[in-house]
């Protein structure tokens, strides 16, 4: 049985946090993370391992309001974009589209200031775990 697409940012949301679907038990960083910690423009490292050649591209997140995250990744808009800090993460999701179909993609804030994440391409059938830093 699959899992219908509606919940799937959702599930990568839980993965992208912690394999048990909860927050990881990170150290507290000095100050807690808020959600508008991820405004701004991150590079994003797309090798699945350091002997890859290099692959990036950049996510941009305009905005973070009442749970709700505006930006693009890949140069295309961000919908259905969700944020929300527990256990001292920044957890989101959001979903982007190109003519081969949606993007879900999930990640973290976490406290040592970089990013983790996943997109899955339900149109080209992969899933790519990423990396980021703040631009």
């Known amino acids: 049985m699959s899992t219908p ?3 799937l940012p959702l599930a990568l ?12 038990q990170s ?9 508008t910690d991820i405004v701004g423009t991150w590079a994003i490292d797309l ?3 350091p002997s890859d050649e290099a692959a990036s591209t950049v996510l941009v997140i305009e905005s973070v309001d009442d749970g709700v995250l505006a930006g693009s990744f890949y140069q295309s808009p961000v919908s259905q974009g969700r944020i929300k800090a527990i256990g001292g993460e920044v957890c989101f999701s959001f979903v982007t589209e190109d003519g081969s179909g949606p993007y879900l993609t999930a990640g973290r804030l976490g406290p ?3 990013l983790k994440g996943m997109t899955n391409s339900t149109g080209r059938d992969f899933l790519n775990v990423w990396t980021g830093v703040r631009e």
């Open 27 to 35: 150290p507290e960083p000095a100050e807690p993370l808020e959600v």
């Open 112 to 114: 040592d200031g970089g």
């Open 5 to 7: 697409t509606a919940l």
């Open 47 to 49: 090798r699945q391992a």
């Open 13 to 24: 949301v839980f993965a992208a946090c912690s394999s048990s679907g909860a927050p990881t």
